[in-house]
């Protein structure tokens, strides 16, 4: 089984910064794509960040120029580093990975953390 843990969420005024940390343990042969999602009270989750095992990054409209995703491979592990943040930002952030567990077996399924609180409020 593969487990994802989300951490680095809190409380943050308007206009600074967190960084989100996922951690992905358990049974991994190979991780690909990598993402973070969001989910605000009464409203669909939705896609916040992707980024490729090779590193190739896709940002929703909303957080272009104020996201930035990265993973380290090595430490199986992806960050979301949030800058200029809005109170719309609120939500709770969930870490996505799709996970290749076996090196004997080519199934890949996905996985899910069970997300981290994050508040924008003054």
């Known amino acids: 089984q593969v487990q994802l843990v989300e951490s680095g969420g809190g409380l943050v005024q308007p206009g600074g910064s967190l960084r989100l940390s996922c951690a992905a343990s358990g049974s991994i042969f190979i991780i690909y794509a990598m993402g973070w999602y969001r989910q605000a009270p009464g409203k669909q989750r939705e896609l916040v960040a992707t980024?490729?095992?090779?590193?190739?990054?896709d940002y929703a409209d909303s957080v272009k120029g104020r996201f930035t995703i990265s993973r380290d491979n090595a430490k199986n592990k992806m960050y979301l580093r949030m800058n200029s943040m809005k109170p719309e930002d609120t939500a709770v952030y969930y870490c996505?990975?799709?996970?290749?567990?076996?090196?004997?077996?080519?199934?890949?399924?996905?996985?899910w953390g069970r997300g981290t609180q994050v508040t924008v409020s003054s």
């Open positions: 980024i490729t095992n090779s590193g190739s990054t």
């Open positions: 996505h990975g799709t996970v290749r567990p076996s090196a004997l077996l080519p199934t890949r399924r996905d996985f």
